[in-house]
Each structure stands twice: as structure tokens, then as C-alpha cells.
């Protein structure tokens, strides 16, 4: 079954993956227009577009764990996941920056450093930048080994964008705690094959020769 969806994934192009990304951000669009936003339309908008963040962000870190769990594999669609949760953080930013804040930059900063989940947000915001600017061939080539450790940066900024959220909503409610509660399960899962494949490591390793000295006679 595993392998007969695979091969199907084959054959489904990447641009796909970005068109039915659209959707939700089509659906706000329309939402907005019609005014079916609710009392507070900017606190919707700037929530609506950091979730779908999250959601992306997600599957971007459950593309691993499914190969590994079930054979299914989507590696050939993480880079896209990846940039288009980047993409939606960039539109829930810009929100909070044009529609919240008005574009007054020293109230922003103001903020910022007023509000902890703001401090949480940039820096989860500054991580994922640096690995949208290296999701090319270029970057890979260029950095080598210093790639996969950079990008290794989708962890931690996983877990401040969902504290970012919870926090922000200054309620405990149970959609944020079930975002935080699978991406800590995801990062668990890294954690526990990272164990086991150092336990392996080492447990195939010869051990060396005691080294002996020769005395002449």
C-alpha cells in the first residue's frame, strides 16, 4: 500500500503542493471581503495566517517520521512544505506590521520588548529566514555539512512559534495545546532515532587494540 502511493506521489507535481497551499489564504481573502471575520477582523486575519503557518510548518517535520513509520515518502515535496509555511509567516508579519501596527516602527519596537510572545515570534520568524534564503541547490552546495546543521534550526523554532501562539492568545484552549503537543511528539521521535542510531554506532564499532610495547632483548 505504502509503495503503491509512493509511486502515485511520483507523479504529482510540486506546483500542486503550492496551489492547494492557496487555498486557505484564498478562503481569508474571501472571509475578509465578505466580512465574515468576526468582531476583531485584524486579530482574526494575524491568527488565521500564523495557524496555517504552523500547520505547514507540521508537515514539513512530519515528512521524516512517515517515511520512517510508514514507507510513504515525501521527500520530494518538504522543500515546498517548508517555503510555503515560510511564506505564511511572512503574511501573518506583515499583518501584525501594516494592519496592527500601522507601520509605526518605534511602537513595534515598543512591543516587542514589552510582550514575551513577541520576542518568541521574531526569533522563531529570524530561524525560519535563514532557512528559506538556504533552501536552494546553491546553499547546499556551498555550506555542506554546515547545511543540515543550520537547518537543524526548524526544531527550536518550531517550538517558539507555538509557544508564540498559546502565549499570545494568553489562554490555555486546546487547538494551540494539540499544535504544541505534536510537534514536541515529531521532535521526540527525532530524538529517540537520533539515540538509537548513536547506540548502533557505537555498538558496531570495533574497539581499539590495546597498543604493547616490545622490549629488546
Partial sequence: MAQRLTRWLRHVPVWLVWVLAAIPLALLVWDTLQGNLGVEPVRDIEHRLGRTALYFLIATLSVTPLLRLTRINLVRFRQALGLICFSYVVLHLAA????????????????????????????????LL???VTSNRFSIRRMRAGWKRLHRLI??????????????????????????????????L????????GARFRSVRPDPKPVTSQRAE
Fill in 96 to 127: 501584525w506590521v501594516v494592519f496592527d501596527m500601522a507601520l509605526l516602527w518605534a511602537q513595534m519596537l515598543k512591543d516587542v520588548v514589552k510582550r514575551p510572545y513577541l520576542i518568541f515570534g521574531m526569533l522563531a520568524f529570524l530561524m
Fill in 130 to 132: 535563514s532557512l528559506a
Fill in 190 to 197: 527525532r530524538f529517540f532515532w537520533f539515540l538509537r542510531l
Fill in 155 to 188: 526544531y527550536p523554532a518550531a517550538i517558539l512559534a507555538s509557544l508564540h501562539w498559546i502565549w499570545a492568545l494568553k489562554l490555555w484552549e486546546r487547538k494551540p495545546a494539540l499544535i504544541l503537543a505534536a510537534i514536541l511528539l515529531l521532535l521526540g
